[in-house]
């Protein structure tokens, strides 16, 4: 079985391409992030087409996640509980974003995350994104304690790069987002629960990096960042067999600003 995560920034700018990809390299499972549509948007009959059920939650032009799978997909939820509100808006009440969806596919648990960006640190959207990651670490390490054989995926666009080494240059980001230590500890909470990046061990960094800003060359500079994982559960990463970072993916016109992760896994 192949699981693959994609930040797609916009399914219905790359629904072409995404159905190519997804042909191209025989995927099973495809969990995406922001994919920035409302549900009756989604071009759901595109993949349909190709053998998937399709799962998607979007509320507007921003956030969005969904799941699309060809080997079953069951008792889809949207966001995990215990899942912080926001208000997009002064005044606006807060309310549950599109950053969650999960789903039972092929006998795995599949969670397509979408963390908050944080935008700059002291902002309260860094807050929001810290109070997020909190409920998550609360929400995935009690699917563990209730269940320490459960097969659960936490996969998606984390908007962390945990370690130096998941960053171009760490010191450009010194006093921004995604490399702070209260960002950093977050994600090893999550980690930490039980949780295994099955990623790092078959892609290893330095110079290996899931997301490249479309602004000043950083692609062809190859100045990114690995922001995008896989966590798996126990007996889920017993099941890894390989993993890559498609970055072919990220070249061309109309290409996303992230590249896909796959990951194989063992029957």
């Given at each position: 079985?192949?699981?693959?995560?994609?930040?797609?920034?916009?399914?219905?700018?790359r629904?072409?391409?995404?159905?190519?990809?997804?042909?191209?390299?025989?995927?099973?499972?495809?969990?995406?992030?922001?994919?920035?549509?409302?549900d009756?948007?989604?071009?759901?009959?595109?993949?349909?087409?190709?053998?998937?059920?399709?799962?998607?939650?979007?509320?507007?032009?921003?956030?969005?996640?969904?799941?699309?799978?060809?080997?079953?997909?069951?008792?889809?939820?949207?966001?995990?509980?215990?899942?912080?509100?926001?208000?997009?808006k002064?005044g606006?009440?807060?309310?549950?974003?599109?950053?969650?969806?999960?789903?039972?596919?092929?006998?795995?648990?599949?969670?397509?995350?979408?963390?908050?960006?944080?935008?700059?640190?002291?902002?309260?959207?860094?807050?929001?994104?810290?109070?997020?990651?909190?409920?998550?670490?609360?929400?995935?390490?009690?699917?563990?304690?209730?269940?320490?054989?459960?097969?659960?995926?936490?996969?998606?666009?984390?908007?962390?790069?945990?370690?130096?080494?998941?960053?171009?240059?760490?010191?450009?980001?010194?006093?921004?987002?995604?490399?702070?230590?209260?960002?950093?500890?977050?994600?090893?909470?999550?980690?930490?629960?039980?949780?295994?990046?099955?990623?790092?061990?078959?892609?290893?960094?330095?110079?290996?990096?899931t997301?490249?800003?479309?602004?000043?060359?950083?692609?062809?500079?190859?100045?990114?960042?690995?922001?995008?994982?896989?966590?798996?559960?126990?007996?889920?990463a017993?099941?890894?067999?390989?993993?890559?970072?498609?970055?072919?993916?990220?070249?061309?016109?109309?290409?996303?600003?992230?590249?896909?992760?796959?990951?194989?896994?063992?029957?």
């Amino acid at each position: 079985m192949r699981l693959a995560t994609w930040n797609v920034n916009s399914i219905r700018t790359r629904a072409d391409r995404v159905a190519a990809w997804l042909q191209r390299r025989d995927v099973d499972v495809l969990a995406l992030q922001e994919t920035k549509c409302r549900d009756d948007q989604f071009p759901e009959q595109r993949f349909r087409e190709l053998g998937y059920e399709v799962a998607h939650v979007g509320h507007s032009q921003w956030n969005g996640v969904a799941v699309l799978s060809r080997v079953g997909l069951t008792d889809v939820e949207v966001g995990f509980p215990g899942m912080p509100t926001w208000a997009a808006k002064e005044g606006a009440d807060p309310t549950v974003e599109a950053r969650a969806l999960g789903a039972t596919c092929g006998g795995v648990r599949v969670w397509s995350l979408y963390v908050p960006n944080g935008r700059a640190l002291g902002d309260p959207h860094y807050d929001y994104k810290l109070e997020w990651l909190a409920a998550l670490r609360t929400a995935a390490g009690g699917w563990l304690a209730a269940d320490p054989t459960a097969q659960v995926a936490l996969v998606g666009d984390w908007n962390i790069a945990p370690q130096d080494d998941d960053v171009w240059d760490v010191r450009v980001f010194a006093t921004s987002t995604h490399v702070s230590e209260p960002e950093r500890a977050a994600f090893r909470a999550v980690v930490e629960t039980g949780y295994t990046d099955v990623v790092r061990p078959l892609a290893p960094g330095p110079g290996v990096y899931t997301y490249w800003d479309y602004t000043q060359l950083r692609f062809p500079r190859r100045e990114g960042m690995r922001i995008d994982f896989q966590l798996c559960s126990p007996a889920l990463a017993g099941r890894v067999t390989n993993a890559l970072i498609d970055r072919e993916e990220r070249k061309g016109k109309g290409a996303s600003d992230h590249a896909p992760v796959v990951v194989e896994l063992s029957d």
